[in-house]
């Protein structure tokens, strides 16, 4: 069907609110849930009522067109009626501040699904926001759209190389289901990204908090990181937190000199 479950999408909609981006590309436009959001709460909710207004590039990208009908031309700017990855590979770095890829990735050969991914990442400029079904149990074959079959299991674990923000939740069917946020944080900000997440998972903190620590580290202000951390977080990991950025410094500073 052209929709998924409403599970997760408060986490992620916190996590896009708290960036408020300019622009938003929503892969697999569906019966538009994604732009109502982002059109409602990134336009409407400050005031802009009327699409005249509007001030937030919103845009989508659907391959099945008999999906498409006048509400969803209404909310999205442009609608591009192709394959996902044809229209990921004309888009270059930075293209939008943020890349909604809900309930898509599993629609994809598991190969072709991380090619995916990493040209998200790379053509989002502030994050991109995963929905997706986890564990085993999801495959089946589309109806009337072959687009809509599942291709590809996946587990919360695929992901840890990234680093994202995260939660998961149990479908009363008993399947797992999460919600996944990824901002560009570079190989040398791997290991304080992989701590300060791991404190996080830990403490239940705000999707706001959550966003800011992580879009900290992806802009290397190491002040304002430690700054934040001592607030979210209490004396003994702030202690170990000091130490990890101390030592991702020097680090830094050596590879900087080779």
């Not at 991914?117 to 997706?132: F, G, N, P, Q, T």
Request: glycine share 6%.
């Amino acid at each position: 069907m052209p929709t998924s479950a409403f599970v997760m999408d408060e986490r992620a909609l916190s996590w896009l609110l708290y960036a408020a981006p300019t622009s938003v590309l929503d892969l697999g436009v569906g019966f538009g849930k994604w732009g109502f959001y982002c059109r409602l709460y990134l336009d409407v909710f400050p005031g802009r009522v009327a699409k005249a207004d509007w001030r937030v590039r919103i845009d989508g990208v659907e391959a099945f067109p008999a999906y498409l009908q006048a509400h969803q031309r209404h909310l999205y700017d442009r609608i591009f009626e192709e394959n996902i990855y044809d229209v990921l590979q004309r888009l270059g770095p930075g293209s939008y501040d943020a890349i909604i890829v809900g309930d898509v990735l599993e629609h994809f050969e598991k190969t072709r699904a991380w090619d995916v991914l990493h040209r998200c990442l790379s053509c989002a400029e502030k994050m991109v926001l995963l929905k997706i079904p986890l564990g085993s149990g999801w495959l089946r074959e589309g109806t009337e759209n072959e687009l809509e079959a599942h291709l590809s299991e996946w587990e919360l674990d695929d992901f840890a190389a990234f680093e994202p923000a995260y939660e998961v939740r149990k479908l009363a069917t008993g399947n797992d289901y999460g919600a996944l946020m990824f901002l560009p944080v570079t190989a040398r900000q791997s290991r304080l990204a992989r701590l300060i997440s791991a404190r996080l998972r830990g403490a239940a903190v705000e999707a706001a908090a959550e966003y800011r620590v992580l879009e900290l580290i992806a802009g290397r202000n190491a002040d304002r990181l430690l700054a934040v951390a001592r607030h979210l977080l209490h004396s003994a990991s702030v202690a170990e937190l000091s130490r990890a950025l101390a030592e991702v410094t020097r680090n830094s500073a050596a590879a900087a000199d080779t």
